[in-house]
């Protein structure tokens, strides 16, 4: 399809791993962003990239959290030393021309 | 900052019902407004937008209407189905630039039969 994609849709992981959630945009949107949704809340935001840079990564909420988008389309974002408080939705979106954002279905994170 | 506040769920509606969930907002400028869905088990899908003041964005028979004097952009249906049971998210962003949506917390809407 042409929406915006993630993988993996669920991730079960231990406390301390390592974790990668991967973001495939629609093709020809430069604006990408990752959010987090925790259950009951709405989505937080945590970074946005325009082409390969992070424009704003203030959401970010420490430094365990990473994201990189080298060739300005996937994007990835890493999360390490994995706690509890980062299980949420881990959602990522692109945008059109029309300001229009876009998300993806989201990555299930489970820390246990 | 800009920011959302949406009226607290949860909302339950008998089937056919008339629907209003209540969304203001605070930004600068002139930003454009968003509803959002997100249905049991599924991702956010953008439900209607207003870009400028006095615009109604409309889907689905949702509606809502862009108020600048009074900040608002506040989602109506005139008859609501079960299907229409989900969690409903009002959302702002600056049209300058590329800057993040901004979120309210949601509202669930349950309809029964």
């Known amino acids: 399809g042409a929406g915006v994609s993630q993988t993996p849709s669920n991730k079960v992981t231990e406390k301390g791993k390592y974790v990668e959630l991967r973001c495939d945009p629609i093709?020809?949107?430069?604006?990408l962003y990752w959010y987090r949704q925790s259950l009951g809340q709405g989505p937080e935001f945590l970074i946005y990239?325009?082409?390969?840079?992070?424009?704003?990564d203030s959401g970010l909420p420490n430094d365990r959290f990473f994201a990189v988008r080298p060739e300005g389309s996937v994007s990835t974002l890493k999360i390490q030393r994995t706690e509890r408080g980062d299980s949420a939705v881990y959602l990522c979106?692109?945008?059109?021309?029309?300001?229009?954002?876009?998300f993806g279905e989201g990555s299930w994170l489970t820390v246990v | 900052g800009d920011s959302v506040t949406q009226m607290e769920g949860p909302v339950t509606l008998s089937e056919e019902a008339f629907l209003t969930i209540n969304c203001t907002y605070t930004a600068t400028g002139y930003p454009s407004l968003f509803w959002y869905v997100q249905y049991p088990g599924e991702g956010l899908q953008l439900l209607l937008k207003?870009?400028?003041?006095?615009d109604k964005g409309s889907n689905k028979g949702f509606e809502a209407t862009y108020r600048k004097e009074t900040t608002s952009f506040h989602l109506e249906k005139g008859s609501v189905q079960v299907s229409d049971s989900a969690v409903y998210f009002c959302a702002l962003n600056q049209n300058s630039g590329n800057t993040p949506l901004v979120f309210g917390k949601g509202t669930r809407l349950s309809v029964i039969a």
């Open positions: 093709s020809g949107h430069t604006a």
């Open positions: 979106a692109s945008k059109d021309s029309g300001n229009t954002i876009y």
């Open positions: 207003a870009t400028k003041a006095d």
């Open positions: 990239f325009q082409g390969t840079g992070a424009a704003d």
